[in-house]
């Protein structure tokens, strides 16, 4: 069979990171989906593998995919918003690209050649274009580069797709470029400057836009968008307005009503209107809310909230469907364990709490002080993965008397433990690697009939993901339920808890996986929706 005629989008950004290059590729990919399948890539021009070995703070949220690949966090907005499983083969890194080359050369694959950047990393890179187009069968791939155009990392990847343009001809592929178009206090207007001199630099790499997207502070005026297009060469209906928005949901409608569907449409010779009736009525609900709640998230990295970002996305998505705004206190837990505030202070003005996943000692003993505080005064509480783990320690410890009990992970950092309620999973035992080496992707839960768990989830098995290395230890498992904690999920082969509830309790779950990564704004996570539920009863 000929392989189909696929079409690319490439995304490109300029003069800031940090503009949301991710949300615009995800809405770009949105509005075309209705009736084409559309499979993101997404370049990144670092020289790790993938971001699984990565602080979140420098790099925010590891997105886990089905598959087990860890990848950037932009592919959480493609799965919010264009609704495809994605593989982690999509996250092509230029540590990816390297290790094949070498692999190759290594192989015997270039003998008597020089290997060089140019062509063999760029025909790498363009191989691997093609061959998920193919493999995927997708009527458009989204390539996303990383970073702004200039930056010595994607240098590469930029003349990648310059070749693939020529390779695939103009009607097949479309450039866009993100910008930026500041509106300096002092000034009070929109300039353009920068946002020329960044299409400038891509003009250099051998690439004319032709669209751009400029993000601001306030949508641009047509004066505006005139001068961006007459100094970028394209014409004035070719510049979309990207101003701050209060949800990002918003921002495929605002791209639809400026045309950009259609100004796809006509460069590549396509027709697939979007669909935003349903996603509109949701995106009023954010705007509208009837409600309010306050929900805590209590971690270590609450200084920089993308580190959290699939699990804001996870309760704006229940937030919407509930007619309500969760506002989010960020507790830092370390505060607590060095006395600076009392949990009760910390929760007084919260209606439900989430203790996230996360790893390492440093905070946890202020979560485990507030997972006790919510057990004790019925505060609905969802703990995820090591959140979990952190409410059965806490179990352990205050109501089934297991003094001392604690997670093995501990021991790393010189802690005797002489109760491991919590201990290392047995196929993690030996494993010297890091990278990509925890217990990883979408895995099936099975869900005990009548427990909360099955209601809320209303089946006998669902999929989650997972990202871990420790379990509840199996041999704590009859105590633990002796003491009246239940474990509602697991995991038949190899006897792994994934799922814990307090029946006594309003709403007290923990959970294995992370149920923030499956969460989407037309079918919220059950758990959130659930939590969010429960908050509002106490407000
Ligand atoms: N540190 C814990 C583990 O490895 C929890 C991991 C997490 O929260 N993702 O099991």
Redesign the pocket.
């Known amino acids: 069979m000929a392989p189909k005629n696929t079409k690319y989008i490439v995304i490109t950004g300029g003069v800031l990171s940090g503009l949301g290059k991710g949300i615009a590729t995800a809405s770009v990919g949105h509005l075309l989906s209705s009736k084409l399948k559309v499979i993101p890539i997404k370049c990144d021009g670092y020289l790790n593998t993938d971001p699984g070995t990565m602080n979140p703070i420098e790099h925010g949220e590891v997105f886990v995919l089905d598959d087990g690949g860890e990848v950037d966090m932009d592919f959480g907005h493609y799965e919010r918003f264009l609704g495809v499983t994605c593989r982690s083969e999509w996250n092509l890194t230029m540590g990816k690209v390297y290790w094949r080359i070498l692999e190759r050369e290594r192989r015997g694959d270039y003998l008597g050649k020089t290997v060089q950047l140019i062509p063999h990393v760029t025909d790498e890179i363009k191989s691997h274009f093609k061959k998920i187009a193919q493999q995927e069968k997708a009527d458009i791939v989204l390539i996303e580069i990383g970073g702004t155009v200039g930056d010595m990392e994607n240098e590469l990847f930029i003349e990648a797709v310059r070749q693939l343009g020529q390779e695939v001809g103009e009607d097949n592929i479309v450039y866009i470029h993100l910008t930026y178009v500041p509106i300096p206090p002092n000034l009070g207007e929109h300039k353009t400057k920068p946002t020329q001199q960044s299409v400038k630099l891509l003009n250099e790499r051998g690439i004319r836009p032709d669209i751009i997207i400029a993000r601001s502070p306030k949508p641009l005026t047509q004066k505006v968008k005139e001068k961006i297009a007459l100094f970028c060469n394209i014409p004035p209906e070719a510049v979309i307005s990207g101003p701050d928005v209060k949800t990002v949901y918003q921002v495929p409608i605002l791209y639809d009503q400026q045309n950009l569907t259609a100004l796809i449409h006509k460069k590549l010779k396509i027709y697939s209107p979007p669909n935003l009736a349903k996603w509109q009525k949701l995106v009023d609900a954010i705007l509208n809310p009837e409600r309010e709640v306050t929900i805590a998230i209590c971690g270590k990295y609450t200084d920089l909230h993308d580190s959290y970002a699939s699990i804001l996305e996870a309760l704006t998505h229940a937030g919407a469907h509930l007619k309500t705004k969760v506002r989010v206190k960020w507790i830092e837990t370390t505060k607590i364990e060095q006395g600076k505030i009392t949990v009760e202070k910390a929760l007084a003005d919260v209606q439900g709490v989430i203790v ?5 000692l440093r905070g946890i003993e202020g979560k485990i002080d507030v997972i006790q505080y919510c057990r004790q005064n019925k505060i609905p509480f969802l703990g ?6 952190l409410a059965v320690i806490e179990f352990a410890r205050n109501v089934c008397g297991l003094e001392g009990a604690h ?1 093995t ?1 501990a021991e790393e950092e010189g802690i005797e433990v002489k109760h491991p309620v ?1 201990c290392l ?1 047995p196929s993690q035992k030996g494993l010297k690697k890091k990278g990509g080496t ?2 990883l992707g979408g895995q099936d839960v099975y869900i005990k009939p009548g427990t909360v768990a099955h209601k809320i989830y209303g089946a006998d098995k669902v999929r989650e993901r ?6 509840v230890n199996p041999e704590y498992v009859p105590t633990l339920e002796k003491c009246g904690l239940v474990f509602s999920g697991y995991e038949p082969q190899e006897n792994i808890m994934q799922i814990m509830e307090l029946p006594e309790h309003p709403f007290f779950i923990g959970v ?1 996986y ?1 149920p923030e990564l499956i969460s989407k704004l037309e079918k919220p996570e059950p758990l959130f929706y659930h939590l969010v539920e429960h908050a509002l009863e106490r407000v």
Do not use: D, S
Not at 466 to 471: I, K, L
């Open positions: 996230p996943g996360g790893f390492g995820i993965c090591y959140g979990m783990q997670t992970e919590i999973l925890m217990r997972f990202r871990h290395r420790y379990e294995q992370h």
